[in-house]
C-alpha cells in the first residue's frame, strides 16, 4: 500500500454500500436517508431520498438503480427521474435487510440482521436470501450469523459474504439459474470481537478487502485466510464500514469510515462519517 489513506469527503451521517460505476463512487447515507454519487475529487450528487433508510445498492440489467429500504425491509427500484417506481416487500423472508450485491442480470443478493441487534436480541443464524428480476424469492445458505458485507467476483461464479458476529468470511458458487450452493470458509478470523467484520470487495487476484469495525481497520486477505495487508483510517473515525476498489485504474481504495459505535447507531444511527483514500497495489477486477 502507498501511504495513510487521506480524507476525501466529510460530512455524512452514516455510510454504506460504496459502489464504483461509470466514474462514480456511489454510497447511502443510513443516517440521512440519502444515496450519493461522487467524482474522487469530491464532487457530489445526491441521487435519490429513501425515507425508508437505504442500505444495499445495486442496478438491473437495464441501468435502473436497486436500493435496500431497511426500516420497511423492500427492494426498491428507482427510475432514471431518481424516483422510486416499484418495491418488492421482503418482510416474511427477510429480517432487517441490509446489504445486497447484484448481478448482471439484476438478480439481488440480499444480506440482513435476522434478528433485532439493537433491542439486544440473541443472536440469530440466518441465511442469504435472492430477488430475481420477475420478483420469484429464494433463500441460500445457512448458519449465517449476521451476514452484511457481499460481492460477486468478476467472473460471476462466486459470492463471498461476511458474516459480522461469526467473525468470517463465506463463499458460494454461483449456478448459471443464480442458485447458489457449495457453501464454505474463505476466512475465518476467530471468535472476537475485533474480528467483527462489515462491508467488502474483490480486487483482481481474488483476495477480500473486508472492514472491520470493532478493530477500526481494513485487511485484504487471501482464500484461506492469510491477511496481506492491514489499513488505518485518517482522522477522528475508526469505525470501519465498507470499502470498493474504482478509479480510473482501478486502484482507488474507497473507505467508508464512521466515528460512532453499535450503542450509538441504535439511538437514531447517531454517527459522523468520511470518504477516505488510498492506492492500492492490486486493482479491481
Not at 438491473?60 to 426498491?76: C, P, Q, R
Not at 460481492?151 to 462466486?158: K, L
Not at 485466510?225 to 475508526?238: A, L
Request: net charge negative; glycine share 12%.
Amino acid at each position: 500500500m502507498n501511504g495513510r489513506p487521506k480524507v476525501v469527503k466529510e460530512g455524512f451521517g452514516y455510510l454504506e454500500a460504496a459502489r464504483w460505476r461509470d466514474g462514480y463512487l456511489y454510497f447511502s447515507d443510513i443516517k440521512n436517508r440519502k444515496v450519493h454519487r461522487m467524482r474522487p475529487d469530491g464532487d457530489l450528487e445526491t441521487i435519490v431520498t429513501i425515507p425508508q433508510r437505504p442500505s444495499g445498492l445495486g442496478w438491473t440489467a437495464d441501468g435502473d438503480m436497486l436500493v435496500i429500504g431497511m426500516e420497511d425491509n423492500t427492494l426498491n427500484r428507482v427510475g432514471k427521474g431518481g424516483r422510486i417506481e416499484a418495491s418488492i416487500d421482503l418482510n416474511g423472508s427477510v429480517l432487517h435487510a441490509n446489504d445486497m450485491a447484484v448481478d448482471p442480470t439484476g438478480r439481488a443478493y440480499v444480506t440482513q440482521f435476522g434478528y433485532d441487534l439493537f433491542n439486544h436480541a440473541p443472536p440469530a443464524a440466518t441465511h442469504v436470501t435472492s430477488i430475481a428480476p420477475d420478483g420469484a424469492i429464494a433463500h441460500f445458505g445457512s448458519g449465517l450469523v449476521f451476514p452484511n458485507g457481499i460481492a460477486i467476483s468478476a467472473d460471476g461464479r462466486r459470492l463471498i459474504v461476511a458474516e459480522s458476529f461469526g467473525y468470517r468470511l463465506n463463499a458460494f458458487d454461483i449456478a448459471p439459474d443464480g442458485s447458489l450452493s457449495n457453501q464454505r470458509i474463505f476466512a475465518d478470523f476467530g471468535d472476537d470481537e475485533n474480528n467483527v467484520l462489515d462491508g467488502l470487495c474483490i480486487d483482481a487476484e481474488g483476495a477480500v478487502w473486508v472492514a472491520m469495525p470493532f478493530a477500526g481497520e481494513f485487511r485484504r486477505v487471501l482464500d484461506g485466510g492469510t491477511v496481506t495487508d492491514v489499513v488505518k483510517p485518517t482522522g477522528k473515525g475508526t469505525y470501519c464500514v465498507d470499502c470498493v476498489l474504482g478509479g480510473d485504474d482501478g486502484r482507488t481504495l474507497f473507505l467508508l469510515v464512521a466515528d460512532t459505535n453499535v450503542e450509538r447507531m441504535a439511538n437514531d444511527w447517531d454517527s459522523e462519517a468520511s470518504i477516505q483514500t488510498l492506492i492500492a497495489e492490486v486493482p479491481a477486477a
